[in-house]
């Protein structure tokens, strides 16, 4: 069932697909009624430079593989690196021993056959990168270069580093489902120091895709690194306040993340969400309409199934401000008495609908308020909404930038904040499975001086 | 057998046939005049899981990794590269893959010799055989009805038992070969209760480098469920958290985290030598209050963050950082510490055979002062007493720190009044300990979950101090109108 690959990929898929075949056959000698397995392998190569010479180069090889067997409601689960065919026996009966123990779960099991991905819909995730170790560290040094030279404030580094990941995955399960796909993921990124009196600041920026041509010029991700560093300088604390906060749109996608967990068939069946029974349900004013699309070409986050083997569909997660689904494993739909979504292993691609402002005009949209560029530690509370972390950013007053702020919090509940999303910026700019602009909110308290 | 060594040698190189000859022979592979230090790692671990949810074992997972991960360190330079096979040639591939880093080759041939293992901070047992099955599942189910029979607004209850052993032998480029065997044990009861529609959550647990038998001794395991149930219906009662810069007393023990974030992270020798953290060049500055000591120490018998050896086979410190609130040390690796002409501190920490070691905490603690800590909650008129902790995050160049409570309350006219909500705290790493007014006389360390992150590297870490007042933390609530 392997989509578009090349000859030497081929013969690796069916390696790995043999390894499936192995593992299901053992789980079935062992007794179990069902039984899954993932295997994976992927190579890699990372290059990091600081300071113009070369820091660490490395290279990565990775082996993976994971198994689940059932006896009726009961499940055991067994993953180890090794591929060797002792091993996945070894693996087996360990999952086995494992399954002997666990008490019968009513939902526990693999998802209805019928759901299973019948075509793998090819998703061009493949494009491997033969670049040298040598072309790797010129490409992180002229990234690095163009950091440093970019303002004579920047004064130090923590280095640049370029990545290139080629992996293959295959699933199988027992019912006669195997599927798997080769892809790649290559990255260039660097973090710069910038200096002002006594004060130091650090920012960085970074680029990452399925195809290195679709990557940002190394120059242009090291001018921008540099740029946030030295518009962080000279950053100041504010007084504790209530106000209207924007946020860059990179923070706003951590938003949308907080959505999602709260959505999550894992957060609903434990009650662990600030979102129960909201199906149906205005969580952001009308204008809002965000979509998932697992089968974009390219994504950062596409997958053709999900972790249970079920074929995965674009689909609309919030319709004018309504929720329209929740996002669901085999598992969590069945303790719901729902059915899977296809999100099992998370959601993928997400996108938000965005407004016609760009940077300047979501900032007078603004007015007076806080720009949010950063923000810092885990203080999400997912069962209550309750939110507050760290933030660095900046003090903007009549739709103009007025200097950088730092060692502050920004607190409110997550319900009350989508609520109160007053406006999406188109200004998305930056890479990741999430695309979204920044996003205005009402009011939320900010905590300083 | 109880040699560590000896232990390593046969779970590790005997089944694949790997004899003093192979080592070696890689260490010469790696080696060249241009290379200054070159090192093989090689690991063996397993752990065994179980989860229980609704009452029932839900689920369980065995897992076995291993591999070696072989580096050649030219300069400021760093080759590296590892393999799961650990088979001649993949490793010699390796070995040669790393050793590209610095031209030429051809190497004196080295004497493999063990040191003898001198420090013995636990035992060198496999703790997943050190209780049986069917008693494990006893203890979750005792956890669950311990937990769900203290109050009836305890609605879920979940609970996770993870045993871990963990064999690691190091050969380095003068033919010293070391090894450690750790155990790691961890339990953690997550607890939702809820009381006319609003629910709350808290989370307990406890770990060691010990035989699952210390769950069980003094009702530890049931203790845990006990503190998630107290944690969530106190969570129940509280109200909004304040909002701006107020005096705050953080609890003793895991509050330690404090110590960890604002300035652990931030004398880690990488940083320090790169010049990039807010601590740079400042040794034998005062960084502190009068009276604040912190260590960073490996050598705790039995604790979460402590190892006989670090993962480059230098043997663990006690490693003063500040006394009596001067900086006086960093933590150091050996590629730091040569670089920066330092001792290394036994702080050479690695995830595992398929990532680089750095400079990473162990036990990371504040030595006790002389207040009592009644007397200390007395002292503030009005602020914020933070009695239990979340995770937090550190900038290391600007100093800028978070940590988030998840118990916490009011302290009015000296007295502990009423809880409020979690909130995030945060401050300057710098400049928080040089406001820290009073240090309790009740030194506590962690119960044992820490884990660390730096650079997508986690590794098991323990905190702790006594009961402390801070003059003015940041505190990110939404109490402000």
Known sequence: MANLATADTTEQLQRLEQSIDRLLSEAKRCGATAAEAVVSASTGLEVAVRMGEIETVEHTRDHGLGVTVYFGKRKGSASTSDLTPQALEDAVAQACTIARHTQED???????????????????????????????????????????????????SEGASLSTHAGLKVYGNSHGFVGGYPSTRHGLSVAVVGKSGDEMQ??????????????????????????????????RRLGTRRAPVLFRAEQAAGLLRHLCGAISGSALYRKMSFLLDQLGEPLFPVFVQVQEDPLRPRGLASAPFDGDGVATAPKTIVRDGVLQTYLLDHYAGCRLGMTTTGNAGGVRNLSLRMGDKDRAEMLQALDTGLFVTELMGQGVNNVTGDYSRGASGFWVENGVIQYPVEEITIAGNLKDMFKGLVEIGNDHDFCGSTTTGSWLIDKMTIAGE | ??????????????????????????????????????DVYFQSSRLQSWMLEDGIIKDGSFNIEQGAGLRAISGEKTGFAYSDELELGALTKAA???????????????????????????????????????????????????ARGM????????????????????????????????????????????????????????????????????????????????????????????AGTMTVVLGAGWPGVLLHEAIGHGLEGDFNRKGTSAFSGRLNERVAAKGVTVVDD?????????????????????????????????????????????????????ESYAHLPMPRMTNTYMRAGNHDPGEIIASVEHGLYAANFGGGQVDITSGKFTFSASEAYLIENGKISQPVKGATLIGNGPDVLTRV?????????????????????????????????????????????
């Open chain 2, 96 to 146: 040669d893959a790393a050793r590209a880093i610095a031209r030429g080759g051809g190497a004196a041939p080295v004497n493999i010799g063990g040191a003898p293992a001198r420090r013995r901070l636990y035992d060198p047992m496999n703790p997943i055989e050190s209780l049986d099955d069917a008693a494990k599942i006893d203890l979750l189910h005792r956890v669950d009805a311990e």
């Open chain 1, 202 to 235: 650090r920012d960085y920026w970074w680029t990452s895709a399925r195809a290195p041509e679709d990557l940002e010029a190394a120059e242009s991700v090291g001018r921008r690194a540099a740029e946030r560093t030295v518009a962080r300088l000279g950053g």
């Open chain 2, 1 to 38: 057998m109880t040699d560590s060594i000896a232990l390593a040698r046969q779970s590790i190189l005997a089944p694949v046939g790997l004899g003093d000859s192979d080592l070696d022979r890689l260490i010469s592979a790696l080696s060249s005049p241009a290379i200054d230090a070159a």
């Open chain 2, 151 to 242: 109050d009836t607004r305890v609605k879920e209850v979940m609970v996770s038992l993870v045993a871990v052993q963990d064999t690691i032998l190091v050969v380095s480029d003068d033919g010293r070969l070391n090894a450690d065997v750790r155990p790691l044990i961890r339990l953690s009861v997550v607890v939702v209760a809820e009381e006319n529609g609003r629910r709350e959550q808290a989370h307990s647990g406890g770990g060691a480098r010990l035989d699952l038998g210390w769950m069980l001794a003094e009702d530890r395991a049931l203790g845990f469920a006990r503190e998630a149930v107290r944690q969530a219906l106190v969570n129940l009662e509280a109200g909004p958290a304040p």
């Open chain 1, 106 to 156: 009513p939902c526990a099991g693999l998802a209805p056959a019928e759901l299973m991905a019948r075509e793998l819909p090819s998703l061009d995730l493949d494009h491997p990168w033969g670049i040298s170790v040598d072309g790797a560290v010129r490409l992180a040094t002229d990234c690095e270069d163009a950091a440093r030279a970019q303002d004579n404030r920047i004064i130090n």
């Open chain 2, 437 to 481: 007014s009073m240090v309790g006389n009740d030194l506590k360390l962690d119960a044992g979950v820490g884990t660390c992150g730096k650079d997508g590297q986690s590794v098991p870490v323990g905190v702790g101090q006594p009961t402390l007042r801070v003059d003015g933390l940041t505190v990110g609530g939404t109490g402000a109108d």
């Open chain 2, 298 to 350: 490996g050598t705790l018998p039995g604790r979460r963050g402590s190892l006989n050896i670090d993962d480059e086979g230098t043997e663990s410190h006690c490693t003063t950082l500040i006394e009596d609130g001067v900086l006086v040390g960093y933590m150091q690796d050996r590629l730091n510490a040569r670089l920066m002409g330092m001792q290394p501190t036994g702080n050479g920490r690695r």
